[in-house]
């Protein structure tokens, strides 16, 4: 516990690690306000595309927890940075919200509904018929098809939503073309992330609850992972799967506990 309390940079997954829904777990702002006193760098990851940075610093703040716009990183902005690098200057249609537009625009993306060079779908509620026969068409005229995150359902505090798994398999299905996805567990989500800190890969932790999604994606990413119980995996589970975090803690409160005993 001394070797991940020394580490120098923390990215830390969100739902199941900081807040639950609407509701800051236990810990979470002690463990906040303890990386800020120790000048730890620290980055909030979400596989959702749905919000801008600007706005989950908002969610945060009301619950508690006040840090900078700067300190958020989803996969919008990654699914943005990628597609900037593959083709920059590039054009394409979205199906998403602010959170994606925005990043996509600031990376030097146009939208095009006539013959972009990509289909990119998010996390939204505007979400119609017409839209997924606009996005269908478009890709089977060659436009590729990039999704923000392979996610099938979204936590919220009145039950799941469709994730943006769910959402473009019916452009996936109709047009026989399978989606690129950015989001965890693709480890390039976490390669970005350690781009955003300074310090070393060796001297950071990825932070996640979901064995599946967030420690292979550590893994993957070469990174030590630190799984929380305090989410979707349970202790119970770890005999299921061949790779296992490098440490297991309750919740994020316990890793400044444990140290300090
Ligand atoms: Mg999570």
Redesign the pocket.
Known sequence: MDALKSKKGFIC?????IYHGNELLPGAREFVEWMKAENKEFLFL??NSQRSRHELQQKVERLGITVDAMFFYTTALATARFLATQKPGGTAYVIGDAGLTNALYEAGYHFDDVEPDYVVVGETRSYSFEKIQQAINLVLKGAKLVGTNPDLLCPTNAGPIPGCGSLIAPIEYATGRKAYFMGKPNPLMIRHALRCLTCGREETVFI???ME??IIAGINAEVDTVLVLS??TQEADLVKYAYRPTYVVGGVGDIIKKTDQ
């Open positions: 997954d969100m739902d199941g690690v979400t596989n996640g609850d979901q999604t967030d989410g979707v």
